[in-house]
């Protein structure tokens, strides 16, 4: 990895295409039910190397913002396996994506009244809220009952009566629940909630039940077992589509579980001090950079690639924000010395799409390893002529 350091520079994002195939391999041999559509939810890694390779191997692609679906267009998705999931969009965005032609998914009720005034011929789907806190961090569980997301389910009624007099079209329902949903129970509960008001709806063509499967964070941390995930549901959703009286499609949108365990985050050590009793290894980053340790209390394996072999020592590993931007509390690593490569492990996903210049520091680059062995540079590291191009001089 130092080579790359060399070649790119550091702080660099780095993606292993080997490790998304065999993701994506997973999902389509863990879930085999004939009519099923994986649609790779980009706002977990929107570069357009990544979505070429979704959009190559056969998958659809879920968009919340009128950016992500210019970019899903560009990277070559039809527009029919595109799924435009916003929450609290503007009127503008959804009509964008009217016209684009893709799959839209509303999650209120006060949308609905005006889209069907607009596009009275344009079917819809519906996002509902299932009532259930599901996952491994609060701030990513997003299918409770006080969620901004989704439609209440003791809104149905409302719904219908809409449905019936203004002739509504809706041709799918939509849940989501939340990020790294481990218990089986804890899903299935959610996909029961719609399940049961979906036969309400005349005229489904899809159910789209989201995602959220975990992935590893470190040695012997456990993961979704797709296997059993794609029995249980798709017996389930057999046995529902027969008391529907017709075969639906049936959608997920997995997004972290695709592209995390791809990525690796490279930082340079730019000193170790200690305070307080506390030994911290400073390096070249912050949360500007991965912000999902500090905003999730996430888990992110972090290795010493310049002295693998070391004594283990305890270290709280920081970044050089002005603010406090922990990537790692009392963690045991191998000797850490300034100028050491440190790798940060599971940085594919929501690490360079919730980056920004904040302090002024420049976004670093991003690197694709490709699976014939070549290595390719598909993001260039922000400048500071990038940053000042977008301020206006008197």
Same mark, same amino acid.
């Given at each position: ?18 490790? @998304? ?28 190397? @990544? ?5 190559? =191997? ?108 203004? =002739? ?20 299935? /509960? ?40 794609? =029995? ?9 589509? =027969? ?24 930082? /340079? ?9 506390? /030994? ?21 394996? @972090? ?32 000797? @850490? ?45 922000? /400048? ?11």
């Amino acid at each position: 990895m130092k080579n790359l350091i060399d070649q790119f520079g550091s702080p660099l994002y780095v993606y292993d295409e080997k490790t @998304i195939l065999y993701q994506i391999d997973q999902l389509k041999s863990g879930i085999p039910y004939k009519d099923v559509l994986f649609c790779y939810a980009m706002k977990a890694n929107s570069n357009l190397a @990544i979505l070429k390779t979704m959009q190559g =191997q056969g998958l659809g692609v879920d968009c919340v913002s009128a950016g992500e679906l210019v970019l899903a267009l560009k990277a070559g998705f039809d527009p029919s396996v595109i799924r435009f999931t916003p929450t609290f969009a503007s009127r503008e965005e959804i009509s964008f994506a009217v016209k684009q032609q893709a799959q839209i998914t509303l999650d209120s009720i006060g949308l609905l009244d005006w889209f069907v005034e607009v596009f009275s011929e344009t079917p819809i789907g519906l996002r509902m809220n299932p009532s259930v806190m599901a996952g491994a961090y609060e701030k990513t569980s997003v299918g409770h009952a006080k969620a901004k997301f989704g439609i209440a389910m003791d809104h149905l009624g409302e719904i219908l009566d809409k449905v019936d007099q203004k =002739q509504i079209q809706i041709n799918g329902l939509h849940i989501h629940s939340g990020s790294d949903i481990l218990e089986m129970d804890q899903f299935m /509960t959610a996909v029961e909630a719609l399940l049961k008001v979906a036969p309400a709806f005349k005229s489904l063509v899809y159910i789209d039940l989201g995602s959220g499967f975990k992935v590893p964070y470190y040695p012997g941390d456990k993961e979704t077992d797709m296997i059993v995930l794609g =029995q249980v549901v798709g017996k389930r959703f057999e046995s529902f589509c =027969q008391e529907y009286g017709r075969p639906l499609r049936l959608v997920f949108e997995p997004g972290k579980f695709l592209v995390s365990r791809s990525g690796q985050f490279l930082v /340079t050590c730019t000193g170790v001090k200690e305070n307080g009793g506390i /030994t911290f290894a400073g390096v070249d980053s912050g949360f500007n950079h991965l912000i999902r340790p500090m905003f999730y209390g996430a888990y992110h394996t @972090i290795r010493n690639i310049s002295n693998p072999d070391g004594a283990l020592h305890t270290y709280d590993i920081v970044g050089n924000i002005c603010e406090t931007d922990t990537f790692a509390s009392d963690r045991m690593i191998p000797q @850490i010395h300034p100028g050491d490569i440190l790798c940060v492990e599971n940085a594919g996903a929501y690490c360079y799409s919730m980056a920004s210049s904040y302090n002024t520091r420049p976004r670093p680059a991003e690197v694709y390893q490709r699976v014939d062995g070549t290595t390719q540079l598909i993001r260039r590291r922000e /400048t500071m002529e990038d940053i000042l191009a977008m301020q206006v001089e008197e």
